[in-house]
């Protein structure tokens, strides 16, 4: 393993250099955005104002897609100044994109001025899109001032707990494990794991005695199960940051019993990179209001505080291809709550979960998967769970048996589903071997193919 100062000041600047990145950017971006958390919400909310004007005026110009929208909808760009102006706007796809990806293309950008990614596909649509190099280094210094509120910073020893295979393959390259070693990171795969190989990957985290455990919610959840059945003592640790997945409550309650320390939550997508983080008042995600406009609507309408609603995102630094109020996927609850932090950066309450995560339950109503949780996660007999609904009035229940399950355990399933989601649908429960995970290595504890028309 390496010093952290030496992997701070000497590795990371050189693999830089050497990367073709541009290090005194990177921290001069870094230095700005520590400062302007804690600016006036008046001057985050001008800060946004001239980026969403230029961002606009830039689209129509230069983006086939959004003059042909703008057009066709008669809207003015000059008339779009402010984060309500926004609504005039029709919300962005996934199948949009699909099916526009060349005209979202901003035309005075050569390739060579593009970085090309994908995403995981774990809702079924999988998008590949392109970044603005030129911002590249704005992004990297928002990831990391999150990142720096979990006491996670540049060299600091970190364990990843992971299960994008993407990510899991691209770290098998010789170059991303000697840039790993370098910046004191390790990586263990946990898309497919056994008993024998939690085992061996716990002695590599004792072994290495991170500070900081960044892992997927249920991945960082299912070994800490292990190790707490195991009383396994592991080494003082400063944070678990749990992402790409909902972290529900008693996840996070026995995440913090087994390590012994604080965990917070992290917001991200492959598309946007880090959207909104937790700081140390674990009271909501704070938004990265510099770079992005978060709202969180119902009904083509913003709504109040406390209140939930779909998740629509602007990238406000991501000129190459503008994703304008796009419709990323997910359920928030919405905060206009001041944290108890001091910072005037936007916030949300919470993550709800996909709106693939939400049921649609007696009457229409939309029921979200994380207070189910909860009981599920109590059940004597069941080891692990996935609730599907294809249907309107027919949900499945899969589960694991443990030797403990029976008859008395389906009864209370039933019961769940009944206090939750209403009487008027039928239950079937399903016995299986195993739960799989999706295309990007997220195991769903809830899947709704049904229309969400409501929302």
Not at 44 to 58: M, P
Not at 92 to 107: G, P, R, S, V
Not at 126 to 136: E, G, M, Q, S, W
Not at 355 to 381: A, Q, R, Y
Request: glycine share 4%; aromatic share 12%.
């Amino acid at each position: 393993m390496v010093n952290e100062i030496l992997s701070r000041y000497v590795f990371f600047p050189v693999w830089e250099f050497f990367s073709n990145r541009n290090v005194f950017k990177f921290y001069h971006h870094l230095n700005e955005l520590e400062k302007s958390q804690w600016l006036p919400k008046k001057q985050i909310e001008e800060i946004q104002k001239n980026r969403i004007q230029t961002l606009v005026k830039h689209a129509y110009k230069h983006v086939p897609y959004y003059r042909k929208l703008f057009d066709k909808n008669n809207i003015n760009y000059k008339d779009i100044r402010l984060k309500k102006d926004l609504l005039k706007i029709p919300v962005l796809t996934k199948e949009d994109i699909q099916q526009n990806l060349e005209k979202l293309k901003a035309n005075n950008y050569k390739k060579n001025m593009l970085w090309v990614n994908r995403t995981g596909g774990s809702t079924g649509t999988p998008l590949i899109f392109n970044r603005d190099k030129t911002t590249h280094e704005f992004t990297r210094a928002v990831d990391r001032r999150f990142r720096r509120w979990a006491y996670d910073d540049i060299g600091t020893k970190r364990f990843q707990i992971w299960a994008s295979l993407y990510d899991i393959k691209k770290s098998k390259r010789i170059k991303s494990r000697i840039h790993e070693y370098l910046i004191n990171h390790r990586l263990i795969n946990t898309f497919d794991i056994n008993k024998q190989k939690i085992s061996e990957d716990i002695k590599k985290i004792i072994q290495f005695r991170p500070k900081v455990i960044h892992g997927y919610a249920s991945s960082v959840y299912f070994y800490s199960q292990y190790i707490k059945k195991h009383n396994i003592e592991i080494p003082e640790i400063k944070s678990v940051i749990t992402a790409s997945e909902t972290l529900f409550p008693h996840q996070r309650k026995l995440i913090e019993e087994v390590f012994g320390c604080e965990v917070f939550e992290e917001y991200g997508s492959r598309e946007m990179s880090l959207i909104a983080h937790e700081c140390k008042a674990h009271d909501g995600l704070h938004i990265a209001s510099e770079k992005y406009i978060v709202e969180v609507i119902r009904n083509e309408n913003h709504v109040k505080n406390n209140e939930k609603g779909k998740v629509i995102i602007t990238n406000l630094v991501n000129f190459a291809m503008p994703f304008i109020r796009y419709e990323i996927g997910d359920i928030a609850i919405y905060s206009d709550k001041k944290c108890d932090c001091g910072r005037n950066l936007d916030k949300i309450k919470s993550i709800e979960g996909r709106i693939t995560d939400f049921l649609i339950g007696e009457n229409n109503k939309l029921v979200s998967g994380t207070p189910m949780s909860v009981p599920f996660s109590k059940l004597e007999g069941v080891k692990e769970y996935q609730i599907v609904q294809k249907e309107l009035r027919s949900i499945d229940i899969y589960i694991v048996k443990s030797i403990y399950y029976s008859q008395k355990t389906k009864k209370k399933i039933n019961k769940i589903m009944e206090t939750y989601i209403g009487k008027g649908i039928n239950y079937n429960i399903r016995a299986v071997k195993k739960i799989n995970k999706s295309k990007s290595g997220k195991k769903r504890a809830v899947i709704c193919k049904v229309n969400h028309e409501m929302w």
